[in-house]
């Protein structure tokens, strides 16, 4: 779940895998029943690591 909380966009992970998260050209971080801020540029995997999953990736980009 991506959420507008106290001026940032956050995104919300719920599910029994995970979900992944790359700001920019940092690794990828794992967000697992867990909230990340969403800053820059970036992109996300639902499931599975990048390496895995290279067809279903969400594209964000937050100020």
């Known amino acids: ?9 956050m995104i919300a992970d719920r599910s029994t895998n995970g979900t992944y998260v790359r700001i ?5 971080i ?4 867990d909230e990340l801020h ?3 540029a970036g ?6 690591s990048f390496g895995v999953n290279t067809g279903d990736i969400i594209y964000f980009e937050a100020d």
Do not use: N, P, W
Not at 24 to 28: A, C, S, V
């Open 30 to 33: 794992k967000v697992h029943r």
């Open 43 to 48: 992109t996300i995997s639902l499931g599975q």
């Open 24 to 28: 920019g050209d940092d690794d990828e």
């Open 38 to 40: 969403l800053r820059k």
């Open 1 to 9: 779940m991506i959420e507008y909380k106290r001026g940032h966009f």
